[in-house]
């Protein structure tokens, strides 16, 4: 069964909403989980490292303060997309790693923004 | 940053056969990893490898890491439309505590 999970699996939003995306990791505690995106046809690029209790690491290009990250709790990171446009319609996926290193994924998330 | 080339792009196999794909990296690589993705879906765990030389098995999937831990191949042998989907490898940059950076996907099709 799924060990992270991921929700909502879809969501629509209007244009200049925001919208929150939450990741769980189901039956360990994960102190660090990563925030990707997937473009139609293309692999995944790493958004940010999400640290419980701290401030996410984000990558090269990414807007922080568009994409907000919280990691509350050792089970909990969430990405909230921010006064979301069109162009920020994607499949976002987020996973942790466990312990010895495996690193498993969430179902992923898509967001329609219209 | 490490760039990871994933070969070849696309694969059509008839059922029954075998088949491999390679994942090759500009650097040394500390921990490889192979999922499985339907587009648009989860990435599926499929296996990870850490040591020069490892191989592991699952099933029909065997994986390996050469010695000098800059090239994994994933081989499939007797192939089902089960094993259909994207093929993604992805590796970390050192001590565990780093993103993946995948490669672009093998998309396997499974010819009856």
């Known amino acids: 069964g799924a060990v992270v999970s991921q929700h909502p699996s879809r969501v629509i939003c209007k244009s200049g909403t925001s919208v929150k995306i939450e990741c769980r990791s189901l039956?360990?505690?994960?102190?660090?989980m990563f925030w990707y995106r997937q473009f139609p046809k293309q692999s995944l690029m790493l958004m940010a490292t999400s640290n419980e209790g701290s401030k996410a690491t984000y990558e090269q290009g990414v807007e922080k303060d568009k994409f907000l990250i919280n990691h509350a709790s050792l089970t909990l990171s969430t990405l909230t997309v921010t006064s979301a446009h069109p162009e920020d319609s994607s499949f976002y996926i987020c996973?942790?790693?466990?312990?010895?290193?495996?690193?498993?994924f969430g179902e992923g998330s898509w967001l329609t923004v219209v | 940053s490490q760039e990871l080339e994933q070969s070849p792009q696309s694969l059509i196999v008839q059922e029954g056969k075998n088949l491999t794909i390679n994942c090759t990296s500009s650097k040394t690589l500390y921990g490889l990893y192979w999922y499985k993705q339907k587009y648009g879906e989860g990435l599926i765990f499929l296996m990870m490898?850490?040591?020069?030389?490892e191989e592991k098995s699952h099933e029909k999937i065997t994986a390996k890491l050469d010695e000098k831990k800059q090239q994994s191949s994933l081989h499939i042998t007797a192939s089902q439309p089960s094993h259909a989907g994207i093929y993604l490898c992805g590796a970390g940059e050192g001590g565990g505590a780093d993103g993946l950076t995948f490669g672009k996907g093998t998309h396997l099709i499974i010819q009856p």
């Open positions: 996973s942790a790693r466990r312990s010895g290193n495996t690193i498993y």
């Open positions: 039956d360990f505690q994960a102190t660090t």
């Open positions: 490898l850490q040591k020069g030389g």
